[in-house]
């Protein structure tokens, strides 16, 4: 990947801000394990590595340990049963270890780089992504998403200096993963709509360019749909290079408005639901997926269907809201909206925008049918129960969702409009 070029095309940016990102080295190459050693050495990587894995990633990596220790490392283990959360008790311990080590790799995706970066970010070290599957958008990403007090919140992290991945090892892995990475990817269709809707409604900042970068990482990968559970080198590879481009996107523009909308915010609810109820939550990207299916639904139809609208100010029922999360997560509700982001948007200016709004649905989000053919031609779950969801935890979710975040989405414009999101669901 020409991350010279990505730099280039987004200098002297008519948005007015300054695009950088830290990763120097992007290698995704058939058979490139054996190589990770020399690819940290040329990279500056100093001799003694804290290598972050689980059983499951540490066994699709074979070859990573020898690799490293012919090229001189001296590496230190952290190997997990199976990670599956990123929790802030794991970062504490990451921590703990990192204070006579150089740098840090992870053999792995989602949860496992998640607890790395912020280790990272926090020490100062070296860091390093080998990734074991194409299942997530965050392998670029400079934030994490960490559980604290049952809280899923983003917390700043370290962008990695080095991305590797072997394409042999990235299209072995299973394929529920790696539908789970198509299923982050189609996300993007409702990030890019709301990011430019909050754009003209509130003038949050937005940059034409940088959602360029997602658009052609979105038509990178939904080309190759019905490949992308295949055992498929090439497939597998161009898919993790999509992966990337989005997480670049994300630190180019300083926030995760370029990959993620009202569907991660969703997926974050039911996450911290489950969580407080000691349920596995199903991998992040398949539920992505599953959401983005009904919001694209449910938000073209809504732009279809109401051509006019009369806003008022906010008329959230707040007891209403706390009722629908645990009383441990009540103090970050509360300063997610405090104030809540509507504070900034005028009825007026609702009501100006609102055909502008139907616009940029209509242009950007794709019809349902194409999008579901998509998902199916990934081997992507598309309803509420593949991932375990029943009627009544979906539509909390869906209602109660905004307040998690600080963020202008569609969803949270709903007590504005006097209109229920379930109601153009099904």
């Known amino acids: 990947m020409d991350l010279n070029k990505i730099l280039e095309n987004t200098k002297n940016c008519s948005c007015g801000k300054k695009h950088t990102f830290f990763t120097k080295a992007i290698e995704i190459g058939s058979g490139i394990t054996k190589d990770t050693g020399n690819i940290l050495r040329g990279n500056g990587f100093e001799d003694r590595l804290l290598l972050v894995a689980d059983q499951n990633t540490i066994a699709a990596a074979k070859g990573i340990r020898e690799s490293l220790s012919a090229s001189g490392f001296t590496v230190k283990e952290q190997i997990y049963d199976n990670l599956i959360y990123a929790r802030a008790e794991e970062v504490e311990e990451l921590l703990a270890l990192s204070s006579d080590v150089d740098g840090i790799i992870s053999v792995g995706t989602g949860s496992l780089n998640d607890i790395c970066r912020v280790t990272a970010y926090r020490t100062g070290k070296k860091f390093c992504i080998f990734a074991t599957a194409p299942s997530m958008d965050g392998f670029a990403s400079d934030t994490a998403p960490i559980i604290k007090n049952n809280f899923k919140e983003s917390w700043q992290a370290e962008q990695p200096l080095v991305i590797i991945g072997d394409t042999k090892v990235l299209a072995a892995a299973p394929a529920e993963l790696k539908a789970s990475g198509f299923g982050d990817m189609v996300a993007k269709?409702?990030?890019?709509?709301?990011?430019?809707?909050?754009?003209?409604?509130?003038?949050?900042?937005?940059?034409?360019?940088?959602?360029?970068?997602?658009?052609?990482?979105?038509?990178?990968?939904?080309?190759?749909?019905?490949?992308?559970?295949?055992?498929?080198?090439?497939?597998?590879?161009?898919?993790?290079?999509?992966?990337?481009?989005?997480?670049?996107?994300?630190?180019?523009?300083?926030?995760?408005?370029?990959?993620?909308?009202?569907?991660?915010?969703?997926?974050?609810?039911?996450?911290?639901?489950?969580?407080?109820?000691?349920?596995?939550?199903?991998?992040?990207?398949?539920?992505?997926?599953?959401?983005?299916?009904?919001?694209?639904?449910?938000?073209?139809?809504?732009?279809?269907?109401?051509?006019?609208?009369?806003?008022?100010?906010?008329?959230?029922?707040?007891?209403?809201?706390?009722?629908?999360?645990?009383?441990?997560?009540?103090?970050?509700?509360?300063?997610?909206?405090?104030?809540?982001?509507?504070?900034?948007?005028?009825?007026?200016?609702?009501?100006?925008?609102?055909?502008?709004?139907?616009?940029?649905?209509?242009?950007?989000?794709?019809?349902?049918?194409?999008?579901?053919?998509?998902?199916?031609?990934?081997?992507?779950?598309?309803?509420?129960?593949?991932?375990?969801?029943?009627?009544?935890?979906?539509?909390?979710?869906?209602?109660?969702?905004?307040?998690?975040?600080?963020?202008?989405?569609?969803?949270?414009?709903?007590?504005?409009?006097?209109?229920?999101?379930?109601?153009?669901?099904?």
């Open 189 to 426: 269709y409702i990030g890019l709509a709301e990011w430019k809707i909050s754009n003209i409604l509130i003038g949050e900042y937005y940059c034409e360019k940088i959602a360029d970068i997602t658009r052609d990482a979105l038509k990178k990968i939904t080309s190759l749909a019905d490949k992308i559970c295949e055992n498929d080198e090439e497939a597998a590879g161009a898919v993790m290079e999509s992966l990337v481009l989005t997480g670049l996107a994300m630190k180019l523009a300083g926030c995760s408005r370029p990959a993620s909308g009202a569907e991660h915010v969703v997926s974050h609810y039911l996450e911290c639901y489950k969580v407080n109820r000691g349920i596995w939550p199903e991998f992040h990207g398949k539920k992505v997926g599953v959401i983005t299916v009904l919001l694209n639904r449910a938000y073209r139809r809504l732009a279809e269907q109401v051509t006019e609208i009369e806003p008022t100010c906010d008329k959230t029922d707040w007891d209403k809201v706390y009722s629908k999360y645990d009383e441990r997560m009540h103090p970050d509700i509360r300063r997610m909206n405090t104030p809540t982001v509507t504070d900034e948007v005028s009825p007026e200016k609702l009501k100006q925008c609102w055909g502008q709004i139907r616009k940029i649905i209509l242009e950007t989000l794709p019809e349902d049918e194409y999008l579901t053919s998509l998902m199916k031609a990934a081997g992507a779950a598309i309803t509420p129960e593949e991932v375990h969801v029943g009627r009544e935890l979906l539509e909390d979710a869906m209602r109660y969702h905004p307040y998690m975040r600080h963020r202008l989405i569609i969803t949270r414009l709903m007590p504005m409009l006097g209109l229920d999101i379930m109601d153009f669901m099904y």
